[in-house]
């Protein structure tokens, strides 16, 4: 495990921006796992920039969201695929068709998320997967739990959860939906390579947890310690406890 400490929240998604770039750059037809939340903000704007720049081609490359509310469909101003398209897919030339985000308004869930598992079968797997990480150590949406599910599955959310999105839902937590799909972490961790974003104070606690403590269902993000090749980028206000 790689860990870089940026000075600033800003500068570890510039950071990020560009080894993304650079991976685009080397490999054109890459397949990328891609988180939301408030982190990687900044990292999509800098993205975003570097593409207008001429340094980030899409053209040939494959995406797949690793969560989305369910019970909303993708137009809606709550779902992950509004703010991927707010933050990176209208601003770039990335083919709709590989930008996959999982359709948490169909009904029919379960065929939903094997044919999302199957999609990223026939792209040969994720080369690379972005994670955020939430204050109780969850990814994606795997919350803290005695078991986890390895495959992408539909789940419930913790009330804490919901509250971390409440800005998507107008600052109201309980028009947050109550269930979400999500990659499990299993699909994670098959990935050929992690990166893990944190910043801010808020984060420093579960980034020493996650990194130092004991790999433990109870932390999700601990399992990336089995992970060979992950690359931990934060800022050093979430580099304190480490
Ligand atoms: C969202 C996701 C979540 C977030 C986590 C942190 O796609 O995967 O695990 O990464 O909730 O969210 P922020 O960045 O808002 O603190």
Aim: charged share 20%.
């Amino acid at each position: 495990m790689r860990i870089v400490i940026h000075r600033t929240a800003q500068d570890a998604g510039t950071a990020l921006a560009r080894f993304v770039a650079r991976v685009l750059q080397l490999q054109p037809d890459v397949t990328l796992g891609l988180p939301t939340g408030q982190t990687p903000i900044l990292f999509y704007r800098e993205l975003v920039a570097l593409h207008r720049a001429g340094e980030a081609d899409f053209r040939q490359a494959t995406t797949f969201n690793l969560d989305e509310f369910a019970g909303i469909s993708g137009d809606d101003p709550r779902s992950f695929r509004t703010f991927m398209r707010k933050h990176l897919f209208s601003h770039v030339n990335l083919p709709p068709d590989r930008a996959h985000v999982l359709d948490g308004g169909r009904k029919d869930w379960r065929s939903e998320i094997r044919e999302f598992e199957s999609a990223m079968t026939a792209a040969g797997g994720l080369d690379l997967v972005l994670l955020g990480i939430g204050r109780n150590g969850h990814i994606g949406f795997n919350a803290p739990a005695s078991a986890l599910a390895a495959r992408t599955h539909r789940t419930r959310l913790m009330a804490g959860t919901r509250r971390a999105n409440a800005a998507l839902a107008g600052g109201d937590w309980r028009r947050v939906p109550t269930h979400a799909l999500s990659m499990g972490i299993g699909t994670m961790l098959e990935a050929r390579a992690v990166v893990l974003l944190a910043t801010g104070s808020d984060k420093a606690g579960v980034i020493g947890r996650a990194l130092r403590g004991p790999i433990t269902t109870r932390l999700p993000a601990s399992m990336l310690q089995l992970h060979p090749n992950v690359l931990v980028v934060i800022d050093r206000a979430a580099a304190t406890r480490l």
